[in-house]
């Protein structure tokens, strides 16, 4: 199976360099091949080729069954023209490969629950999935700059789906569900804009005639972000668009307490592509103490959703927990009675955790 790395800037390599330690381990373990084809995406490849997203990485990205990124951008690209940002490269990868669909696990582990801003007892249940659309709503729709309307500065943007676009991510949020508790929360704000209206009747529709078997909530975006902090433990997946997704998925992030433990996949009908939610750190870049565990998750995430290989993800994940459960940590996360670990023994460890199990 082809993967294509993107390390990426910053800490990128340092995490993708450890990420692939445990990818191997897991493809031993699990008796399926690997092929990586490494990259340039972001400030690195600005430097190299003029272009945050060269042809070389589009073709080598298009023909792989998943793309693996690190993180782009830094200071080092603060004053290149706003067209060849390092952030355009992200963009223009995602529309390049139709992905429209942004899954966002969280998952607090009983061994960092202490680090939530919450009460642990309150975060320690959390397992959710918060299933974003990406590709449509109000950041895609027309944007009218402000401009004087009848002797009034006025400014707009359209918030706009279709039918086809809530149809495509609501079956990914149901599909997850199948595979999960069997719960889907769809949020909106339907009691104010049709765009919501129309989505919650589409997601009831589907859900009646397709889906009987999972349960379907509605929650208003307020509410849903209350929620979220008085009990997170409710929600299995969250199904939402675009702007409300942005929103949550970052409040959501928050709830463990640390961003350097949290995967994400960018899914559309063709090749997927995976990253940790946080960027490329470049005040600890290159210093080697970098946590790669988001990084990681995101390679079970790649087995399960691009590869086909749940047993795989499923033994990353419990890998993970187990040198968590022994005490090792990166400098992030480190306190009193822990081993302190770099980031490449971090991804030996979870690497020989896994063969080990
Ligand atoms: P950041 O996520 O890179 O860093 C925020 C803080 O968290 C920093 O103190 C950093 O050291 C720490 N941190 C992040 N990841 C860590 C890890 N794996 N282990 C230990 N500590 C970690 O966000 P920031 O500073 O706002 O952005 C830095 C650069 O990254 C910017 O150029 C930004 O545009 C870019 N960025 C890229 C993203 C991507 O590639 N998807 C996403 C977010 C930001
Ligand atoms: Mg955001």
């Not at 060269?54 to 200071?75: C, F, I, M, N, R």
């Not at 009987?212 to 902090?229: F, K, R, S, T």
């Not at 949550?248 to 592509?273: C, F, K, Q």
């Amino acid at each position: 199976m082809k993967i294509t790395l993107l390390p990426g800037d910053g800490i990128g390599p340092e995490i993708v360099t450890a990420t692939v330690k445990v990818m191997d381990a897991a493809a031993k373990k699990f008796g399926f091949a690997l092929e990586y084809d490494h990259q340039l995406l972001g400030g690195c490849a600005i430097d190299a080729y003029n272009d945050p997203y060269p042809e070389v990485t589009q073709k080598s990205a298009k023909a792989a069954d998943a793309v693996l990124l690190g993180a782009v951008g830094g200071p080092k690209w603060d004053n290149v023209d706003p067209s060849i940002r390092p952030e355009k490269g992200l963009l223009r990868i995602r529309k390049d490969l139709g992905l429209y669909c942004n899954l966002r696990p969280m998952k607090v582990s009983k061994f960092t629950a202490h680090l939530s801003p919450l009460k642990p007892e309150r975060v320690e249940n959390t397992d959710l999935l918060i299933v974003r659309e990406l590709t449509g709503g109000i950041y895609f729709g027309t944007h009218n700059e402000a401009a004087m309307v009848d002797g009034v500065e006025t400014a707009s943007d359209v918030d706009l789906y279709t039918r086809p676009e809530v149809e495509r991510i609501a079956r990914k949020a149901f599909e997850a569900a199948k595979v999960r508790r069997g719960k889907v929360t769809s949020v909106d704000k339907a009691n104010v804009l049709a765009e919501s209206r129309m989505w919650r009747r589409i997601v009831t529709e589907m859900q009646a005639k397709e889906y009987p078997e999972i349960e379907l909530n509605h929650l208003y975006v307020d509410n849903c972000a209350m929620q979220l902090v008085l009990n997170p433990g409710q929600f299995d997946v969250v199904l939402t668009n675009n702007i409300f997704g942005d929103i949550l998925s970052d409040e959501a992030s928050v709830l463990g307490g640390s961003i350097g433990l949290l995967p994400s996949a960018s899914l559309g009908d063709g090749t997927g592509l995976y990253e940790p939610i946080h960027g490329s750190a470049p005040d600890i870049a290159g210093q080697g103490i970098a946590n790669p565990t988001g990084t990681i998750l995101s390679a079970a995430m790649l087995f399960r959703y691009s590869l086909d290989q749940q047993a795989a993800a499923d033994a990353v994940e419990a890998a993970v927990d187990k040198v968590y459960e022994a005490g090792y940590r990166t400098a992030d996360l480190f306190g009193e009675g822990m081993t302190k670990v770099n980031t490449q023994e971090m991804g030996e460890l979870v690497a020989k955790a896994l063969l080990e199990a």
